[in-house]
């Protein structure tokens, strides 16, 4: 991957891989290396975690469609090399910049048909906490899972 072509985001819009098919097996070995490494990356690149997470779902019998994706953070990665997480300098007088988002995927998951939830808050632009995860419970529509990701945010 050394010589790879850099991408310019960590997952394909609108991912979704699923668990069977007649696809051929990736090495399961390689596959599991790759995403535990991933797995520790995730603590200094935040942006990579939503598509670690979607990959970290199939250890157990990885097919090619999963390596690819996992082979497309690498990709990724390999193009932000340079970028990082700065909290820029601030004049004493002015406003403290604290900012919070929240969000969630109404069904995300065909399988179990839970939502995936998400925030960031962020002090003068710069992130401070983040989370991306499944819901606990199956949101019976678009206004309940943003109620439950707004819940879970404020918390």
């Known amino acids: 991957m050394?010589?790879?072509?850099p991408?310019?985001?960590?997952?394909?819009?609108?991912?979704k891989l699923d668990e069977a098919s007649l696809e051929n097996q990736a090495d399961t070995t390689l596959y599991r290396q790759i995403v535990g490494c991933l797995r520790f990356i995730c603590h200094s690149k935040p942006e990579?975690?939503?598509?670690?997470?979607?990959?970290?779902?199939?250890?157990?019998?990885?097919?090619q469609a999963h390596m690819v994706a996992a082979k497309r953070i690498l990709r990724y990665l390999k193009g932000t090399l340079c970028?990082?997480?700065?909290?820029?300098?601030?004049?004493q007088n002015c406003e403290s910049g604290f900012?919070?988002?929240?969000?969630?995927?109404?069904c995300g998951d065909k399988e179990d048909k839970r939502s995936?939830?998400?925030?960031?808050f962020?002090?003068?632009g710069a992130p401070i906490s983040?989370?991306?995860?499944?819901?606990d419970v199956v949101a019976l529509s678009t206004c309940e899972a943003e109620y439950i990701s707004a819940c879970n945010a404020t918390c």
Do not use: H
């Open 48 to 63: 990579i975690t939503y598509g670690v997470g979607v990959i970290s779902k199939q250890m157990a019998k990885p097919t």
């Open 99 to 106: 900012v919070g988002y929240s969000d969630s995927d109404w």
């Open 83 to 91: 970028y990082g997480v700065l909290f820029p300098i601030q004049k």
């Open 7 to 15: 991408a310019s985001t960590p997952v394909e819009a609108n991912m």
């Open 2 to 5: 050394q010589k790879c072509k």
């Open 130 to 135: 983040w989370s991306s995860r499944k819901q």
């Open 116 to 120: 995936t939830l998400g925030y960031l």
């Open 122 to 124: 962020t002090i003068f």
